[in-house]
């Protein structure tokens, strides 16, 4: 076994603090990788709180992970020492499912394996990136460029292929006006993604200060869903919206954004239930949708382009010591837009 340490909350009532483990050892097909930067996902904290299900402690959160490789199995092919590289969300799959043979590992049908707060197929718990190094088989790893700020590229393994992918699946680009629901970790990207795709970006927002920072990102309009002026006036306008927002709010007003045949896409989750009367639906044939992250090949497809168009996550580099105070300005909305951990201070 391989002595790790890292950042666990031992219970749901309690923030992530110090914590000594062990990795397993690096098998054939196995990547170990030295963890420099972590991304702060809002998932974390739910997962720690046990607000989706109950967890498994202690926990080491953290699936937006970049760092260099340090050893590779002897049968490992498509990565050598000294590599950066990067884990996401998963860590594991059946590999055999038509969904993994089509490159959705995501939509494993036995279930994937989450990086953290979940057992492997071992049996034995899985633990994230709040910690100093991870192995990883080799399927569940992906280059990462020289080209890009590695700590700016770590949300890109969550926020990323999160607003990257359903963009890409329903073909989103030039002709189309995208609507960008919520500027947090996941709109800020789903808006440099559509922008980036040839998209006609609009950003709704309950927020009238966040319209300068949307402009930034490179938005082409901005409309504050509480004037109900300016909500009028783009009313059935939208082919796509992206929706991003993880607390509860009104689906059926924004699907009245839409055109006719116009998607709704929800990337967000937000803990209670929804309530879509059938008539927000059908007189415009309208369709609400989900997606959650991508494949490992998608994600690579993901970011290559990135490296290519120079995009990465807009971040506060933070000392993981900071973790909790993170968290609580992250429920506030006070991070534009992803905290990330500089595992060095670990």
Same mark, same amino acid.
């Given at each position: 076994?391989? !002595?790790?340490?890292?950042?666990?909350?031992?219970?749901?009532? &309690?923030?992530?603090? !110090?914590?000594?483990?062990?990795?397993?050892?690096?098998?054939?097909?196995?990547?170990?990788? #030295?963890? *420099?930067?972590?991304?702060?996902?809002?998932?974390?904290?739910?997962?720690?709180?046990?607000?989706?299900?109950?967890?498994?402690?202690?926990?080491? !959160?953290?699936?937006?992970?970049?760092?260099?490789?340090?050893?590779?199995?002897?049968?490992?092919?498509?990565?050598?020492?000294?590599?950066?590289?990067?884990?996401?969300?998963?860590?594991? $799959?059946?590999?055999?499912?038509?969904?993994?043979?089509?490159?959705?590992?995501?939509?494993? *049908? #036995?279930?994937?394996?989450?990086?953290?707060?979940?057992?492997?197929?071992?049996?034995?718990? &899985?633990?994230?990136?709040?910690?100093?190094?991870?192995?990883?088989?080799?399927?569940?790893?992906?280059?990462?460029?020289?080209?890009?700020?590695?700590?700016?590229?770590?949300?890109?393994?969550?926020?990323?292929?999160? &607003?990257? +992918?359903?963009?890409?699946?329903?073909?989103?680009?030039?002709?189309?006006?995208?609507?960008?629901?919520?500027?947090?970790?996941?709109?800020?990207?789903?808006?440099?993604?559509?922008?980036?795709?040839?998209?006609?970006?609009?950003?709704? $927002?309950? +927020?009238?200060?966040? #319209?300068?920072?949307?402009?930034?990102?490179?938005?082409?309009?901005?409309?504050?869903?509480?004037?109900?002026?300016? /909500?009028?006036?783009?009313?059935? $306008?939208?082919?796509?919206?992206?929706? &991003?927002?993880?607390?509860?709010?009104? %689906?059926? *007003?924004?699907?009245? /954004?839409?055109?006719? +045949?116009?998607?709704?896409?929800?990337?967000?989750? !937000?803990?209670?239930?929804?309530?879509?009367?059938?008539?927000? *639906?059908?007189?415009?044939?309208?369709?609400?949708?989900?997606?959650?992250?991508?494949?490992?090949?998608?994600?690579? #497809?993901?970011?290559?382009?990135?490296?290519?168009?120079? %995009?990465?996550?807009? %971040?506060?580099?933070?000392?993981?010591?900071?973790?909790?105070?993170?968290?609580?300005?992250?429920?506030?909305?006070?991070?534009?837009?992803?905290?990330?951990?500089?595992?060095?201070?670990?």
């Amino acid at each position: 076994m391989i !002595p790790a340490k890292g950042y666990a909350a031992q219970s749901p009532t &309690t923030d992530p603090a !110090p914590w000594n483990f062990e990795r397993r050892d690096v098998g054939a097909h196995d990547v170990q990788i #030295e963890i *420099l930067f972590c991304g702060v996902c809002h998932s974390d904290l739910h997962q720690i709180r046990n607000e989706w299900f109950p967890g498994i402690f202690p926990m080491v !959160p953290g699936h937006e992970i970049v760092g260099r490789i340090t050893k590779v199995g002897e049968h490992v092919k498509k990565f050598k020492v000294d590599e950066l590289a990067g884990v996401g969300c998963m860590v594991d $799959s059946c590999q055999v499912c038509v969904n993994c043979k089509d490159g959705l590992e995501q939509y494993c *049908l #036995e279930g994937n394996t989450q990086t953290y707060n979940n057992l492997g197929r071992d049996g034995a718990p &899985t633990y994230g990136g709040y910690s100093n190094t991870i192995v990883v088989r080799e399927e569940f790893v992906v280059h990462v460029s020289e080209k890009l700020n590695l700590a700016a590229v770590s949300p890109l393994l969550c926020a990323g292929i999160t &607003t990257y +992918s359903p963009l890409r699946y329903w073909k989103v680009g030039a002709g189309h006006k995208l609507a960008v629901v919520g500027l947090g970790g996941l709109g800020h990207m789903g808006v440099k993604f559509g922008v980036a795709f040839g998209a006609d970006v609009t950003v709704l $927002s309950t +927020s009238p200060s966040k #319209e300068a920072d949307a402009k930034a990102l490179g938005a082409h309009h901005f409309v504050v869903t509480k004037d109900e002026a300016q /909500l009028e006036a783009v009313k059935g $306008s939208f082919d796509f919206i992206l929706d &991003t927002v993880a607390a509860d709010h009104d %689906i059926p *007003l924004y699907l009245s /954004l839409l055109k006719t +045949s116009g998607t709704h896409i929800l990337v967000g989750a !937000p803990p209670k239930p929804m309530e879509i009367p059938a008539f927000a *639906l059908i007189p415009g044939r309208k369709s609400v949708s989900g997606s959650t992250i991508g494949g490992i090949a998608e994600t690579q #497809e993901m970011l290559d382009f990135c490296a290519e168009h120079n %995009i990465v996550s807009d %971040i506060e580099l933070i000392d993981i010591k900071d973790i909790a105070a993170a968290y609580e300005r992250m429920v506030k909305g006070d991070v534009r837009y992803r905290f990330v951990i500089d595992l060095a201070t670990l």
